[in-house]
């Protein structure tokens, strides 16, 4: 469950405080609140974030390049060298092991299996502009090695999943400021996106149509909340928000699996990951981030009703006991109010 705390002022004792409202997601059928207790205007998020770089003469993401102990498993290149290139992790979350397939195990009450699976990091060659200073153009081929190195270890015989994300600012785990994303790719479907999918199957058995076509549909005619758009992709701040200035950027044609995306899409989902990030970065002063991609597992029965997309959650708040001890998220901005906000930003 979510709170949404909307961003009105907070109202004189003599006037009467507007009643909280309860908002279910459409996909999970979570119910949020909407509450106006803890009014917020937009530009109080705007705290900034003190800019430091790691010293490029020590970064391990250039001494890689220069001294070609690290071999790429892919490597994009332009007219001036190598723009992005991915690369095993030096230190992975889950390792390749004896190349069998991990086997459940019981252990008295418990059941456990190898960790199993492949781990990978995708470097941007600037050591330092953040992805939102960077042109939408520099979006294009991190776009790019996504898709292909996707497609690569989907094959992989042990895989169900493969998690692409990116973590900018220490806030939100970056241990390193050289851009760089991950891949991991793992033997089951995380928790999170096993909930995504049984709400959209579940939709799509009632209504015979894809949950997330239909929220694009509803949002695009309402338009209070969307932030970005252009001719395939949308960037909206969710009804349900779990965050404050939480965004979400969709694919307009419908599609389960991120990485069949048309080269159109590829071009027009950096244009919107871009001016999300842009917007983000000048609205909020450069908010720490996650973002993060949600797609169709790779293997097992048919997932044609999911509708891939990308979630990103600027860290605007910390979790304290009452968030850590229920797992209700409190975000004191409406979406609506978040938007109107990101949308004045150019």
């Known amino acids: ?83 992005v290139l991915a690369v095993s992790n030096k230190y992975p979350a889950l390792t390749h092991g004896n190349g069998t397939c991990p086997i459940e195990a019981s252990q008295g009450l418990y059941r456990y299996m190898e960790g199993t699976g492949f781990h990978e990091v995708v470097i941007l060659r600037d050591h330092y502009a953040t992805l939102a200073e960077l042109p939408a153009s520099r979006i294009v081929p991190l776009i790019a090695v996504y ?56 939709y799509y058995l009632g209504e015979k149509k894809c949950v997330h076509c239909e929220l694009l549909s509803y949002e695009r005619k309402e338009k209070k909340r969307i932030v970005f758009e252009n001719a395939h992709m949308i960037v909206m701040a969710p009804y349900a928000s779990r965050s404050a200035f939480e965004l979400r950027l969709f694919p307009k044609r419908h599609g389960p699996h991120f990485e069949e995306m048309t080269s159109g899409q590829e071009h027009a989902a950096a244009e919107a990951l871009h001016a999300a990030l842009w917007k983000l970065h000048k609205g909020l002063k450069n908010p720490a981030y996650n973002y993060f991609v949600h797609t169709a597992p790779t293997k097992g029965h048919q997932h044609d009703h999911y509708h891939w997309h990308i979630e990103i959650i600027p860290k605007t708040q910390i979790w304290a006991g009452f968030e850590i001890g229920t797992g209700i998220e409190i975000s004191s901005i409406a979406p609506e109010t978040a938007a109107a906000y990101l949308r004045s930003i150019k």
């Open 1 to 83: 469950m979510v709170i949404v705390l909307s961003s009105q002022k907070k109202p004189l004792k003599h006037v009467a405080q507007k009643p909280s409202e309860f908002r279910q997601d459409l996909v999970t059928g979570d119910w949020v609140v909407i509450a106006t207790g803890r009014a917020r205007r937009p530009h109080a998020y705007a705290a900034g974030r003190p800019v430091v770089n790691d010293d490029i003469a020590t970064c391990p993401f250039e001494d890689l390049v220069k001294s070609g102990n690290e071999k790429p498993v892919l490597t994009l290149k332009d007219k001036n060298g190598w723009t």
């Open 147 to 202: 898709r292909q190195r996707f497609s690569v270890l989907k094959k992989e015989p042990c895989i169900n999943y493969i998690s692409i994300f990116h973590n900018s600012g220490r806030e939100a785990g970056a241990t390193l400021t050289h851009p760089h994303s991950q891949l991991i790719a793992l033997p089951v479907v995380p928790p999170d996106i096993a909930r995504s999918i049984a709400g959209s199957d579940r």
